[in-house]
């Protein structure tokens, strides 16, 4: 079975950092680029990075470019979402997800709420 | 970068209606295209990629059809458990948008 584990969610002030992990487990980790997606409260779903299997190739939406640094482990079967500048308009639910086109394996997520 | 509108954003029906939601894409994506079901408090799963393939244990009652910008999600006969948020999602190219959503809520 797949299981995603996000961790790192906190409360945080504009202008801070902070580091997301998710933890793979129960499929071939190197094998799958990874996404990371985010939900504001009360709002859509936002597609925030991915990573190739190798970590040789990312992508970024424009609101974080610059900002966040999507990297992975593949020997300890995880993913992380280093996030600096944070600013308010960050604050969300950050969904770890398996794969790169089609989202089906998605972990319960991690709350960052960026506020002075 | 490819912009995706949903419509409508809301939607009341009730129990045995079918339903449309739709989805366009500001180009091209031919059938790289996903939708997502959302309920309250729980991550998104998804329901249909590139257009009109069922994801594995996906009831037949959902449909996805649509290419090039213009995508559908139909549900034909609505059961209580299906009132939930859902979303389109281009996977033709990064970064992959999502559309704004549209709540499905019971009339």
């Known amino acids: 079975e797949v299981q995603l584990v996000e961790s790192g969610g906190g409360l945080v002030q504009p202008g801070e950092s902070l580091r997301l992990s998710c933890g793979a487990s129960g499929f071939i980790f190197e094998n799958y680029w990874m996404t990371w997606v985010r939900q504001a409260p009360g709002k859509g779903l936002e597609w925030v990075a991915n990573?190739?299997?190798?970590?040789?190739?990312?992508y970024y939406v424009d609101s974080v470019k610059g900002r966040f640094t999507i990297s992975r482990d593949n020997a300890k079967q995880s993913l992380h979402l280093e996030m600096t500048s944070l600013r308010a308009e960050d604050t969300a639910v950050y969904y770890c997800?398996?794969?790169?086109?089609?989202?089906?394996?998605w972990g319960q997520g991690t709350l960052v709420i960026v506020s002075s | 970068d490819i912009q995706m509108t949903q419509s409508p954003s809301s939607l009341s029906a009730s129990v045995g209606d079918r339903v449309t939601i739709t989805c366009r894409a500001s180009?091209?994506?031919?059938?790289?295209l996903n939708w997502y079901q959302q309920k309250p408090g729980k991550a998104p799963r998804l329901l249909i990629f590139a257009a009109s393939n069922f994801q594995s244990g996906v009831p037949s009652r959902f449909r996805g059809s649509g290419s090039g910008t213009d995508f559908t999600l139909t549900i034909s006969s609505l059961q209580p458990e299906d009132f939930a948020a859902y979303f389109c999602q281009q996977s033709y190219s990064a970064p992959f948008a999502f559309g704004q959503g549209t709540k499905l809520e019971i009339k």
């Open positions: 990573i190739k299997e190798d970590g040789n190739e990312k």
């Open positions: 997800v398996r794969d790169r086109l089609e989202l089906a394996d």
């Open positions: 180009q091209n994506i031919a059938t790289s």
